[in-house]
Nanobody
Framework: QVQLRESGGGLVQAGGSLRLSCAAS????????VGWFRQAPGKERQFVAA????????YYSDSVSGRFFLSRSNAENTVDLQMNRLKPEDTAVYYC????????????????WGQGTQVTISS
């Protein structure tokens, strides 16, 4: 079992930055890939980025590539998402998830999910 908790969301102006963190509990966290997804009101949950279990491979959606950056620490059981040059269309609830598949840009690839953290970008 893996429990996940996101933090770091908030309100920021367009062009600004935020850093989200996904903290995990469970001794097997280092064997899971971790993905970030987001869901805007009235829209489907959308893949953002993923990191392999060893942290050595990263995968980004086209919409965030070059602006968002993942980092992982298995020693601390955390995966951070640094978000730069934020846009109003980045506004959503952001979720982290853990799963065995990599790279998995689909919801079904993940077994455990956090509760989400709200990110709001003002124009």
């Amino acid at each position: 079992q893996v429990q996940l908790r996101e933090s770091g969301g908030g309100l920021v102006q367009a062009g600004g930055s935020l850093r989200l963190s996904c903290a995990a509990s469970g001794r097997t966290f280092s064997s899971y890939a971790v993905g970030w997804f987001r869901q805007a009101p009235g829209k489907e949950r959308q893949f953002v980025a993923a990191v392999r279990s060893d942290g050595e491979s990263l995968y980004y959606s086209d919409s965030v590539s070059g602006r968002f950056f993942l980092s992982r620490s298995n020693a601390e059981n955390t995966v951070d998402l640094q978000m730069n040059r934020l846009k109003p269309e980045d506004t959503a609830v952001y979720y982290c998830a853990a799963g065995r598949a990599y790279p998995a840009a689909y919801i079904e690839g993940y077994d455990y999910w956090g509760q989400g953290t709200q990110v709001t970008i003002s124009s």
